[in-house]
């Protein structure tokens, strides 16, 4: 199933770094505001979405019907709120191993890509010190939210790839289901009855690291 690929691409909110409680949190205030009590279980559906795509999860389970000038409104008092949450992060925030394993992938020519749906997300890797490490970090405004395959094409045509040249790593289903409908490999960091569409699985991304070792 594992072809050593020509690039690599990454989520980063649960892949790279924890981000998903804060995210739930700005999303929690926010619901609350609108008489919507958001069970913990809420969280794992909010994974991996957009913002946009979140938000309209929420009013439904809500059953909440807003203008989109509302929304507008809302989906910005929830990124200030994310953004506050986030504003101490550094290095130390990286999950184990992620500067290693990213220069590790480097060392051996394989381009490096972030398929993130987070608008945040460059300023949130420059905030990690791991920026630098990318070759293409895909823009997500304009693109259809995971599980539509579009920020990995984004990626893969970037580079002039196919897709089998290619593979994705995500936690949430959303993210695995974008890779498959990709058609490139998809490694899970999860287990395989949160993340029944993925190819290989690891618990936690600090286990890539030998696994790329012996195959890389
Ligand atoms: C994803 C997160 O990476 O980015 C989602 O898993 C989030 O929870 C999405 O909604 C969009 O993030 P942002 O920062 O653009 O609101
Ligand atoms: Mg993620």
Redesign the pocket.
């Known amino acids: 199933m594992f072809k050593a690929p020509k690039c690599i691409i990454f ?4 892949v790279l770094t924890e ?2 409680k804060q ?2 949190q700005a999303w929690s205030k926010l619901a609350q505001k609108l008489g919507i009590d958001l069970k913990p279980e809420f969280e794992e559906h ?6 946009k ?2 938000l309209e999860r929420i009013l439904t389970f809500g059953g909440v019907t807003l203008s989109e000038e509302e929304k507008e409104v809302l ?1 910005a008092e ?2 200030t709120h ?1 953004q506050t949450l986030i504003k101490q992060f550094t290095k130390d925030n990286l999950f184990e191993n992620v500067e290693d394993l990213l220069n590790y992938i480097k060392s051996k020519g394989v381009l490096l890509a972030l398929g ?6 460059p300023s949130l890797l420059r905030s990690l010190g791991i920026k630098k490490y990318f070759d293409y970090i895909v823009d ?1 405004r304009g693109k259809a939210s ?1 599980p539509s395959p579009d920020i990995f094409l984004d990626a893969m045509k970037h580079f002039k790839l196919s897709a089998d040249q290619c593979i994705g790593i995500e936690d ?1 289903r959303a ?1 695995v289901i974008a890779i498959k409908d990709a058609q490139m490999v998809a490694i899970g960091i999860g287990t395989k009855e949160n993340l029944p569409e993925a190819d290989i699985h690891f618990a936690e991304t600090k286990q890539l690291l030998p696994y790329l070792k012996q195959r890389l």
């Open positions: 989520d980063l909110d649960g981000t998903s995210h739930f909010l994974k991996g979405v957009s913002r795509e979140s989906m929830k990124n994310y993130s749906a987070s608008k945040n997300a997500p995971k949430a993210g």
